[in-house]
């Protein structure tokens, strides 16, 4: 599977596209490359861009800073990471933070290319969830969920604990990964809050400033989550679409789409745009009735990418699409 979603440029002048080929960036009107990246394991992680660099990390754990207008590496060489990474990098003030397998957590200097710290939580099982999950950056804040199901607040300076809650639910199955990148958002009463998933304990609202329980909103196997307006949209492995209230965690709709979707989605113009091995879903998002669906062979597994009335995704067979909608104002 081609997990790695496209990310615009941030002169929207580029699309990059990841693949199990490395890394492109595509003129973002007609899809010609401009420069590549071409390393020999896969790029499953969306890659991000930061004042002019891009940083971007393969599933070998090779991290590159790279000139976001022609290619270049910034850094000496790329940082080697002790794991996998399936998940994208993030991005704070100081440092690159970058998740690798079975639970590590290491920051990089932006500036220099070294690593600044390291933190690992403990994992007693062989199997892991492929967490596709990245930390976030708030401020000085880095929140970051782990294969203990654990979610967890760390100094971006040194990675100092600052609070830790257990999400995983161990009485209930032993796959109790937090495999999602956690969200931002504020709830009902204006309280700043993060959405975190993990595998067996459903969907959760948690306090940023300490952890606490703001509501949940139980389903298994639950992919990363999206915020459109006052919706939270979610789809797990059994192929049910679910749309959440963001502010109180009450259920608005739960709809199965079929297929196999992979967990990823995008929300835009009143649609839901649902990846999977049978192609990619076009979802009524009032409704929860399908429109059409855009087949490919390889199906589709990345996040697409909606700007105006384009949508960019990458299939499985690392083909890049630029696909026309109809009925959008450009712009829109």
């Known amino acids: 599977r081609n997990r790695g979603g496209v990310v615009l440029s941030q002169d929207q002048q580029r699309v990059y596209c990841p693949s199990a080929k490395g890394l492109h960036a595509l003129r973002s009107d007609n899809g010609k490359v401009v420069w590549k990246l071409a390393v020999g394991d ?19 754990g090779n991290v590159y800073a790279l000139d ?8 000496p060489k790329p940082v080697r990471l002790d794991g996998a990474c399936h998940a994208s990098p993030a991005i704070g003030a100081l440092h690159v933070y970058a998740h690798t397998d079975p639970g590590n957590l290491t920051a990089i200097s932006r500036k220099t290319g070294k690593i600044a710290w390291r933190l690992s939580h403990d994992v ?3 199997f892991l969830v ?15 969920g782990w294969p203990d199901g654990k979610l967890s607040a760390l100094s971006r300076r040194d990675g ?4 830790e809650v257990q999400l995983g639910q161990r009485n209930k199955s032993p796959y109790v990964d937090v ?3 956690p969200v931002s958002v504020s709830t009902a009463a204006g309280v700043q809050a993060l959405l975190a ?10 306090a940023a400033a300490n952890g606490r329980l703001l509501w949940h909103y139980a389903a298994d196997g639950l992919g990363q989550p999206v915020v459109d307006g006052g919706k939270v949209w979610s789809v797990g492995v059994d192929a049910v679409l679910h749309a959440i209230d963001r502010r109180t965690g009450r259920r ?8 196999i979707p992979s967990g990823a989605l995008a929300v835009a113009h009143g649609v839901v745009f649902v990846p999977g091995d049978g192609g990619l879903q076009l979802i009524d998002a009032s409704s929860g009735f399908g429109l059409t669906r855009v087949i490919d062979e390889h199906g589709f597994a990345a996040a697409p990418l909606v700007v105006g009335d384009r949508l960019y995704i990458v299939s499985n067979g690392g083909q890049a699409f630029a696909l026309q909608l109809y009925g959008v104002a450009k712009g829109g």
């Not at 492929?130 to 970051?144: F, T």
């Open 42 to 60: 896969a790029i499953e992680g969306s890659p991000v861009e930061d004042s002019g660099v891009v940083y971007s990390v393969t599933t070998a």
């Open 68 to 75: 976001a207008v022609n290619g270049q590496r910034r850094w």
């Open 124 to 126: 007693e099982r062989e």
């Open 130 to 144: 492929e967490g596709h999950g990245a930390a976030l950056v708030r401020g000085d804040v880095v929140y970051a």
């Open 160 to 163: 100092g604990l600052l609070w």
């Open 179 to 181: 495999d999602t990148t």
């Open 197 to 206: 998933v993990g595998y067996n304990s459903g969907l959760q609202a948690r």
């Open 252 to 259: 608005f709709m739960a709809r199965r789409v079929g297929g």
